[in-house]
């Protein structure tokens, strides 16, 4: 189960940000902004040249005392974040992983609808939905 | 086996031990070499289980032999029991070798064969002298006795060695085998020992669920492993052992604290009363240790193991996961400690780390562990502010007595762990922070700077920043506001940059907060309207900070000026006027706008500043908007980074044109520091679009304002910033790009000199239009517009005053963009068509030319008709006038020479229509005796436009020249002879007779041949025989007379036959008074019109058909 999803753009601003408990949203912000820094550490010049290309999963990002930071980035640079608490042991790397995939596929139908204007933060109910059901993994 | 660890030394001796019988005192007095010397050279360890070789470096400890020491058959834990057993003997004598060693070889094998060892060895040490090199080399030595006697299969356990007390190249390779003999056999004993150890750990790990299990005692068993591996040399693999213990003992951590067979665990599970700081280097695990006392000292050897393998930044990576693990497995085993306990357990490990890395600080690992230090850092940092909250320490705080006795305990639960006055431990720095507010202070400033260095360093900037944001509120706490909004606005930046406008929000109301305890009103101001704007924060707080940037406002002094960011929004920019503009014309723009303001705000002024576009200082890169509207679409500020970049073809040929490279290549400027963003530039605003009506409301949400400004400057504009004032408060928005441009013009004033549609006469005064244009401004008055005339030509304005060639008059009062119409008076004379008109006007110095086309009125023609001697002159007159026009009086003068009018309509007037033609005819009275070849003539008539207008003269001259007749000609065509009527196709004959008129021959000798010719139309006649001849008049009024044959083609009243007669000059008759120049050939000349009289014009003969025809 995850606390927080967010999905940040290729500028590095957010498009979609969603926290279970909405009082730590604000929390999960500096976290997952902070988390931008690996993430193009980790896109950076030749640090991807040898592993497979085709990985978007880049991992744990980092690690709090109560939260872990996941990070997938997409080959259009679109990154998602997930924040699992960190007493949760039941998430392992497999899991996440598969969310990440659950959540860039629901991201993919998303932006495919013609009403959403690529860019653009993305508002859609549903899709808040949806990605609430990966996170608690109803899904 | 019972839990507790021989402890020698700081490091526990895993080295084997090796038993020495036999002479002792051969032994020891190499004893040293030895130890020394084995660990010097590698060995190659070959292991079972597919593992590679490693070359290890071995070690001994040597023990004096003890039977009892020996270890039992079965025993797992060799490594701790005598492994190798060496017998000394310098006995070189065989016979004493008979006699007593053999025996005590004997003896002391089948100690070792009885415990089922067999890993000895039997040393033979030789003393070379000089007398021993004399005699002879004895059959047997002692060595092969020995060989022989014990190990005849086995001659690797016996060996000699000479003495190597004794300085000679023959003893140093006897030593180097015998220590190399040593090290293989001992580590194969070794490797057994090591073996039968690693059987014994994994069978101990597959019985840890069972009941009675312990950790404890599991841990010292792989430790042990991991100690033997570390003596080898083998410090990863040691680490391997230490990392599977780590790994176990979270494992059980984790799934085992709800099960019942892990028992052990709750050991553990017992309140924390120590905290001693982590300690990296030799330590040793104490008898029944914490969680944490475990816990610091596993990572203690994993981070030894790993700094042996000069891994120092993996020992920083795997610190922070070593601290969440520890915080968590307290947490999970419901370890209760004193409240701060922990955190000075972790702020403390944590710098211990961050020492040793700064101890093993090499140019080059910098890099890499920097990448782990810089949260390091961070978390020690929010360590000792958890810390200083705790106790009070925090600036601002006072420490009550709970809080100091807090202090108290915690220094007491961290024990004592100096470090040396240069490099004080981490405890003691602990100790000292707690100790004072201000040694506090000191401490986290220094290592949140610290761990802001790093993170800029290793370009984690965001992070940076996060950590700027705790150091904004630690000084806050502090008073220290500016450096405090620094940090905060180095965050708001970043943030910004990164467009997470909640985050950036966030800041902007702690730099509010900020601001106001500062009382630092400006920009207290800048920061509310920030906030009140800010769509992300909640209501009641933008109404907050609108209340108090409202308040506020009034005590500003000073303009502030506000970048618009996301406080106003623009909508669109539409320029309503056109994009050329006339110059004093109105400039419209509407401008859609979106408050973010959660209330209405009064602008005192709203306005958009008009920018020069200079072609100079025009960049190429400056985009102009193609329509005159600007929506939100292009106003959108687009990221340089995320363009598409310009790709371009990129060929190198070589000299020969051949093609020696092709790229792509990429003009990519637009790369620049984003963070160096230069303050809003304030647009000059001297000119600018105005609100009419002011103050203007703008509300939350979209407003449409619309501006105006009167276009007094020419030249090209586009439009710069929008700015809005509220009092003092001057929101600025960027500069509008893709620039929307317009242009004012001027528009010089012109005149005109127009005709009227009909043609221009001469000799007609006429009217004709001067028209002066005014364009975008006025012109003085008084300044004169000058008309020059060509000759002939006059002209003037003023009605009712003389027309002249040259005049002058004033513009006069104008207004813009009308047109005055002058009535120009102008006449031309008869005597030049072209005429041309100069006009200079005061605004410009070039002249305006003019050329005027003018007709007569009137064209007149003449002709003159001949009867016999009888002249006649018909003058005809066409109207070129588009009016009518009267004419009367028409005269002619023919000089001296009378003449009479023939009609009556000379007199009387006339009107004569555009274009139709009126003949006058005057017959000459000629008089014979006066006779001059040419008459001058004049015919005038006079003519009017109409009644009223008074009468013009109009003149026409011609010449009249030979005009006298000189010969008459007649014809007529007769039936030839027999016949009765000319029948077509029956040749006729033409008579055709010229008479001279006589009068004239005498004047006129030249004449005297004259050719005739008779041009028949060939259709009805045909011409038979000759058609042409000469005729000479020699003789006075003799008429001449030719017939000539002609015969009708067609019958009916047919007109005879054209004849025409010309003058005919012979060839010999030449200018005979230039004989060289003799014209051979004869010379026709025709006469002029009235020269000749036909009479048969208009003659006709009646031709009958032919008879033949028909019947």
Redesign the interface.
């Known amino acids: 189960m995850a606390v927080c999803v967010a999905i940040i ?6 498009k979609f940000f969603t926290a279970l408990n909405p009082d730590e949203e ?1 929390n999960y ?2 976290k997952v ?2 988390s ?3 993430v ?2 980790k896109l950076g010049v030749g640090a991807k040249s040898g592993s497979d290309l085709r990985e978007l999963y880049l991992g744990m990002l ?4 109560t939260h872990k930071i996941y990070g997938y980035v997409t080959n259009t640079k679109i990154k998602f974040i997930i924040i699992v608490d ?2 949760n ?1 039941a998430l392992r790397d497999n899991e996440i992983r598969s969310m990440f995939r659950k959540i860039h596929s629901e991201y993919a139908d998303t932006v495919c609808n013609p009403f959403y204007i690529p860019g653009e933060p993305i508002s859609s109910k549903p899709f808040d939905v949806n990605i609430k059901n990966i996170m608690t993994g109803t899904v | 086996m019972n839990g507790t660890l021989i402890e020698d030394g700081p490091i526990v001796d895993r080295r084997p031990i090796v038993t020495c019988a036999g002479e002792l005192e051969v032994f020891s007095a190499i004893e040293d070499n030895l130890v020394q010397a084995l660990p010097q050279d590698s060995c190659d360890w070959r292991r079972s289980l597919g593992r590679p070789i490693r070359s290890v470096h071995i070690g001994a400890t040597f023990a004096p032999f003890s039977p009892a020491a020996l270890p039992k058959a079965s025993q797992w834990d060799l490594i701790r029991q005598p492994l190798f057993h060496i017998y000394w003997t310098e006995c070189t004598d065989v016979d004493v070798y008979k006699t007593s060693v053999r025996e005590d070889i004997d003896n002391w094998l089948k100690e070792l064969i009885a415990k089922d060892i067999h890993d000895w060895l039997v040393v033979v040490v030789e003393n070379y002298d000089g007398k021993r090199a004399n005699k002879l080399l004895p059959r047997t030595t002692v060595l092969d006795k020995i060989r022989a006697d014990f190990a005849p299969k086995q001659g690797d356990r016996c060996i000699s060695v000479i003495n190597p007390g004794k300085v000679e190249s023959r003893s140093a390779d006897s030593w180097r085998g015998l220590v190399s003999r040593i090290r293989h056999l001992l580590l194969i004993s070794y490797a057994r020992a090591v073996a039968r150890l690693e059987d014994h750990v994994r069978q101990q790990r597959e019985r840890r669920n069972e009941i009675g299990w312990d950790f404890m005692q599991y841990f010292q068993l792989q430790e042990e492993l991991a100690q033997v591996l570390e003596m080898l040399g083998l410090n990863d693999e040691a680490l391997v052992q230490y990392d599977e213990l780590d790994a176990l003992f979270s494992q059980f951590v ?1 799934n085992g604290i709800t099960s019942e067979c892990v028992n052990w665990l709750h050991k553990f599970q017992k309140p924390l009363e120590k905290w001693h700081g982590l300690k990296l280097g030799p330590s040793k695990l104490s008898n029944n240790p914490s969680i944490l006392e475990l816990r610091a000292y596993l990572f203690a050897k994993q981070a030894h193991m790993l700094l042996l393998t000069d891994k120092v930044w993996e020992m920083a990576a795997r610190c ?2 070593f ?2 693990t520890c ?2 497995e307290l ?2 085993l419901e370890i209760s400690a004193p409240p701060g306990a922990v955190a000075c357990w972790l702020f403390l490990a944590s710098m211990e780390v961050l020492q040793t890395c700064d101890k093993f600080n090499h140019a080059d690992e910098v890099e890499n562990y920097s990448l782990h230090t810089a ?1 390091l850092w961070e978390y020690s940092s929010q360590k000792i502010r958890s810390l200083g909250e705790l106790c009070g320490l925090l600036p601002g705080d006072v420490p009550n007595s709970q809080q100091l006795h807090t202090v108290v305990l915690l220094s007491a639960g961290m024990g004592d762990n100096p470090g040396t006055p240069n490099r004080p431990s981490p405890t003691d720095k602990l100790k000292e922070a707690l100790c004072s507010q201000d040694a506090f202070n000191k401490t986290y400033l220094e290592l949140a700077e610290l761990a802001m260095g790093t ?1 800029k360093h ?6 940076a920043r ?1 950590v700027g ?1 705790e150091v904004a509120s630690f000084y806050m706490l502090l008073g220290e506001t500016q450096k405090a909004a620094a940090f905060l606005g180095d965050a708001l930046r970043t ?1 910004e940059q ?3 406008h ?2 950036a929000a ?1 800041t902007q109301i702690e730099l509010a907060e900020c601001f106001k305890k500062a009382k630092d009103v400006r920009k207290l101001v800048g920061a509310s309207a920030f906030v009140s704007a800010a769509l992300e924060i909640d209501t009641l707080i933008r109404w907050t900070y609108f209340d108090e940037m409202s308040k506020c406002l009034d005590s500003l002094d000073k303009p502030l000026v506000v970048p618009f960011n996301d406080i106003i929004k623009i909508v669109s920019v539409c320029l309503n006027s056109d994009s050329v503009i006339m110059q004093d014309s109105m400039i419209n723009v509407e401008l859609v706008i979106e408050s973010n303001f959660p209330r209405e705000i009064v602008s005192t002024n709203l306005v958009v500043s008009l920018e020069v576009d200079n072609k100079e200082n025009k960049k190429s890169n400056e985009k102009y908007c193609s329509s005159r509207i600007l929506t939100g679409k292009d106003l959108k500020q687009r ?1 340089p ?2 363009q598409r970049l310009r790709i371009k073809r990129n060929l190198d040929y070589k000299q020969d044109k051949q093609l020696a490279t092709a790229g792509i290549a990429s003009k990519y400027t637009e790369l620049k520091r984003k963070d160096s963003a230069a303050p809003p530039v304030q647009a000059d605003f001297s000119y600018c679009l105005e609100v009419p009506d002011l103050p203007l409301l703008i509300t939350p949400g979209l407003n449409v304002i619309r501006l105006k400004k009167q276009a007094n400057k020419i030249g090209k504009f586009y439009l710069g910033q929008v700015a809005i004032h509220v009092k003092n408060l001057h929101l600025i928005s960027s500069m509008l790009t893709p620039r929307l441009a317009l242009e004012i013009r001027e528009e010089s004033p012109s005149l005109k000199l127009y005709k009227r549609t009909a043609p221009l006469l001469s000799g007609i005064e006429q009217i004709m239009n001067l028209i002066l244009t005014i364009g975008s401004y006025i012109i003085e008055p008084k300044s004169k517009i000058k008309l020059t005339a060509s000759p002939g030509l006059t002209l003037q304005v003023i009605p009712d005053e003389p027309l002249v060639s040259a005049l002058e008059f004033e513009v006069g009062e104008n207004i813009r963009f009308t047109s005055t119409r002058t009535r120009l008076r102008i006449l031309a004379d008869m005597l030049s068509k072209d005429h041309q008109v100069t006009i200079h006007c005061p605004w410009t110095t070039k002249p305006i030319l003019v050329p005027l086309n003018f007709t007569p009125p009137l064209t007149a023609g003449w002709r003159l008709h001949t009867v016999l001697h009888r002249k006649f002159v018909q003058v005809s007159v066409v109207g070129q006038c588009e009016s009518d026009l009267i004419i009367d009086q028409a005269v002619l003068k023919t000089g001296n020479m009378p003449c009479s009018a023939m009609g009556k309509k000379h007199e009387s007037s006339q009107i004569i229509s555009n274009g139709s033609m009126f003949f006058y005819m005057w017959e000459l009275v000629l008089d014979s005796d006066e006779v001059s070849s040419t008459i001058k003539t004049e015919f005038s008539v006079r003519y009017k436009l109409d009644e009223k207008d008074e009468d013009k003269l109009y003149q026409y001259f011609f010449d009249i020249s030979d005009y006298q007749t000189l010969y008459i000609l007649d014809a007529n065509v007769e039936p030839a002879k027999g016949s009765e009527f000319c029948r077509v196709g029956i040749v006729c004959h033409l008579n055709l007779s010229m008479k001279s008129a006589s009068q004239m021959l005498r004047t006129n000798n030249n004449v005297k041949s004259v050719m005739y010719e008779v041009l028949a139309e060939q259709s009805v006649w045909a011409v038979c025989g000759r058609t042409a001849g000469v005729v000479c008049f020699d003789s006075e009024d003799e008429p001449q007379t030719v017939v000539l044959d002609v015969m009708p083609l067609t019958s009916g009243y047919l007109p005879l036959p054209l004849v025409r007669i010309s003058k005919y000059i012979p060839a010999e008759s030449g200018n005979s008074e230039k004989p060289n120049k003799v014209d051979t050939h004869p010379r026709l000349e025709p006469f002029s019109a009235g020269q000749v009289y036909n009479k048969s014009k208009g003659k006709q003969v009646h031709v009958i058909a032919a008879i033949t025809e028909g019947y």
């Open positions: 753009g290729k500028d590095n601003s957010p604000l912000q500096y902004l902070s931008l820094d690996i193009e550490e980092y690690s709090l005392e960190s007493t042991m | 984790v922070l996961p601290l969440h915080t968590r947490a999970i949260s993170y290793i370009g984690r900037l965001r992070s996060l944001r943030f990164d467009g997470w909640e985050l966030q990221d980074m995320l």
